[in-house]
């Protein structure tokens, strides 16, 4: 059983499939693991540490070369994995919705694909989930990226010059990602509110010392739909929180959104009228600006001025913070593979709810019912 672990090439990807916590990990369930080189550099892993935790290192090429299973972040170019077990698994974050010429190519190439994000969201798969792990980071991330472009503090300060006020945060889309917003942006001191259109939320919001800003009259959608996700909401209620916002937005210093329904579009949340309402100097960061943006204006890749006001869009957040979305997501792998590995094989075995979930391509066919939708 060999695993190959791939250098990431998509621009500004800073993160790595495999850690050397990891390697050591796989290695003791009896597979062998050689690292591409230079694949741990921008995660502040030097090759060095792989080779000490028991692993080989070779160009594409050589790791790809009789690899059984291939780890990847994004989804590699699929000529580059020519030489490698036919059937082989390549388990990354394949965005099979946008990429779908890639995914025909991983069948064309008999390469079974599994697409990590397609976890299903079931209680024994918490370890495995790679959105939940990412998202975390992200929202961090967001609200120091706030902080970094707000000319002002976050914490309320009594000093002898006088006082400074608490910055107001406003947190739009409460999943893993507005959560740790929340908690993130309350121990920098800030006066924190939130919003989503699960009322579930409520209670989390509460829990964090939050305030939560509902829409009351129209109803949302009340416990959780699919996997706990979100849909697309009613006209009367989108109509209803458009107006609740604009009462709300004029009187924030930051906005933090981060809403995204499965498969759509984000919702756009907050129009360029609204955004003139803002003092100048507000910021906002928009978390979905890469599936569509919640945010009117909001440019992926770039930081841009809207009437004074700077709206934040960068992209793959995750990889801002690469040393830890990399252990995160490296552990991620390897709960997923080990929880199936199959000692008398020593090879891992998926079972029919996840496997058919995360499964792409097998056999030289696409063959994951979402694709077929
Ligand atoms: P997500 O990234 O799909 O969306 C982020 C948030 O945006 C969600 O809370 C959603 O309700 C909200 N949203 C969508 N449209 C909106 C709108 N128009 N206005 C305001 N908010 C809007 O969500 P996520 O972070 O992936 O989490 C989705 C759910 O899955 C949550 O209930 C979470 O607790 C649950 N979850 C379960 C597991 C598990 O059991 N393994 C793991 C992770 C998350």
Known sequence: MKIAVLKETAPGEK??????????????????????????????????????????LADRTGAVAGADIILAVQGPDPA??????????L????DPFGQRARVDAYAAAGIEALAMELMPRIT????????????????????????????????MMMTAAGTVSAA???????????????????RLGAQVSATDVRSATKEQILSLGAKPVFVEAVAGIEGEGAGGYAGEMSDEYKKAQAELVSSHIA??????????????????????AQIATMRPGSVIVDLAVEQGGNVEGAVPGEVVERH????????????????????????NLYNFLSAFWDKETGRPVLDA?????????????????????
């Open 251 to 272: 009187r924030q210093d930051v906005v933090i959104t981060t809403a995204l329904i499965p498969g759509r579009p984000a919702p756009r949340l907050i129009s360029d």
């Open 91 to 94: 388990a990354a974050i394949l």
């Open 308 to 331: 004074g006001v700077k709206i934040v869009g960068h992209r793959n957040v995750p990889s801002r913070l690469a040393a830890d979305a990399s252990a995160l997501y490296a552990r």
């Open 168 to 186: 107001r945060v406003f947190v739009m889309g409460v999943g893993v990602a507005g959560l740790q917003a929340i908690a993130t942006a309350r």
């Open 353 to 373: 709810e996840i496997g058919d979930a995360v499964r792409l391509t097998s056999d030289g066919k696409v063959v994951n019912a979402r694709l077929s939708e």
């Open 15 to 56: 993160r790595v499939a495999a850690t050397p916590e990891t390697v050591k990990k796989f290695i003791a369930l009896g597979a062998e693991v050689a690292v591409e080189r230079g694949a741990g550099e921008t995660s502040s892993i030097a090759d060095a540490d792989y080779q000490t935790a028991g692993a080989t």
């Open 124 to 155: 024994r798969a918490q370890s495995m989930d790679v959105l939940s792990s990412q998202s975390n980071l992200s929202g961090y991330k967001a609200v120091l990226d706030a902080a970094a472009e707000y000319g002002r503090a976050f914490p």
């Open 80 to 89: 580059s994995l020519t030489g490698a077990r036919p059937g082989a698994w």
